[in-house]
């Protein structure tokens, strides 16, 4: 018999380049989806939690399961009071967003100072009223949120702020809506609803360096080959000569910002109480406000800061969340 030719395809995805490590721990989110009706923030924040099981009634019409009871790995987020902390205007000026002007709530909490340093005497009705005469001259209107960590399960003071764009309406509605929420605290249950989809955007663990088989996923060579074995075969041809971007090498591997479309809400809960197992969370304890119980897996450790964006990709939506049967409050290991 002649020799048999195996298949072996190219190793390693060359989706996400260049893989080394994102710039912030916090996330960024480029895009915004636009939407109908009334205006609306359509961006939160909150921490990751942990994992555990729900049993539901699957309600999915075209589901094999429709009606019967089935066991869905979820995530659980923290989701404590955000403050709106700024609003800002910005001008499309060659098909890129500038800032345009912005005005800052009037007090701030003693938290902030941590994040910036507060100037001692700033005029916020009259930025504010400078802020609605430019109204016409704004093409995009967002809002700075931070966040309250002392509010959660994390061991930390300095907040986190983030930028969440507002949907819906007119820019002079937006500004109005805007103008009522400014230094409010919101709640993740004004903005998103148990039944529907959300993005989300996160920091993932990150894993230091990695050599080009955990890397890449590239087949370990015969143990009597030359020199090394946890290698790739070849570094490629004499012509071009150089090492090609294509090829499999070692390097950072994790602490990639990575976005994951549609992921279900399956309960915004007020009380955590029932989903807490007994010892808390490894890594991470008790939780002590709102919360949410998302379908699948997520991005990034525990106390990881989780932002979740309205959907951009908007899949069939069902009519409501499917019933909650139970929540596994078991130890997790």
């Known amino acids: 018999m002649g020799h048999r030719k195996q298949h072996a395809p190219r ?28 205006p609306k923030i359509i961006g939160f924040a909150g921490y990751k939690v942990g994992m555990t099981h729900v049993i539901v009634t699957d309600n999915r019409p075209t ?26 205007g910005y ?21 902030f100072q941590r994040l910036l340093q507060w100037p001692d005497k700033y005029d916020a009705k009259a930025a504010l009223e400078k802020f609605t005469k430019m109204q016409d001259k704004f093409d995009e209107i967002r809002v700075l949120l931070t ?42 249950r004004d903005l998103f609803t148990p039944g529907t989809y959300v993005d989300v955007t996160a920091i993932t663990k990150g894993k230091g360096w990695q050599g080009v088989v955990k890397r890449f996923g590239v087949a370990k060579l015969p143990h009597k080959s030359r020199k090394r074995v946890r290698a790739v ?76 964006r309205a959907p951009i990709r908007p899949s069939a939506i069902p009519d409501k969340a499917p019933d909650l049967l139970y929540i596994s409050t078991k130890p997790k290991k």
């Open 11 to 38: 190793h390693g995805s060359l989706t996400h380049r260049p893989r080394k490590r994102a710039t912030r721990i916090t996330g960024r989110i480029r895009t915004w989806p636009s939407q109908s009706g009334d």
């Open 63 to 88: 589901s094999p399961w429709y009606g019967r009871e089935i066991s869905r790995a979820v995530t659980i987020v923290d989701t404590p009071p955000m403050l709106v902390a700024a609003i800002r």
């Open 91 to 111: 001008r499309l000026i060659e098909q890129k967003l500038r800032v345009a002007s912005e005005c800052w709530a009037e007090k701030m909490p003693k938290d």
């Open 147 to 188: 966040t309250q960590p002392r509010q959660a399960g994390v061991s930390r003071k300095k907040p986190e702020i983030i930028e969440c764009a507002v949907a819906g309406g007119e820019i002079p509605e937006r500004i109005e809506y805007a103008k009522k929420l400014l230094g409010q605290e919101i709640r993740v």
């Open 233 to 308: 075969g070849t570094l490629g041809p004499w012509t071009p000569g150089r090492i090609m971007y294509t090829c499999p090498r070692g390097g950072q591997m994790g602490y990639h910002q990575r976005t994951e479309y549609n992921k279900f809400i399956f309960r915004i809960g007020e009380k955590s109480d029932d989903i807490t197992p007994s010892g808390g969370f490894p890594h991470y304890g008790t939780l002590r406000s709102d919360s949410l119980i998302i379908d699948g897996s997520i991005p990034g450790p525990a106390k990881r800061l989780v932002r979740l």
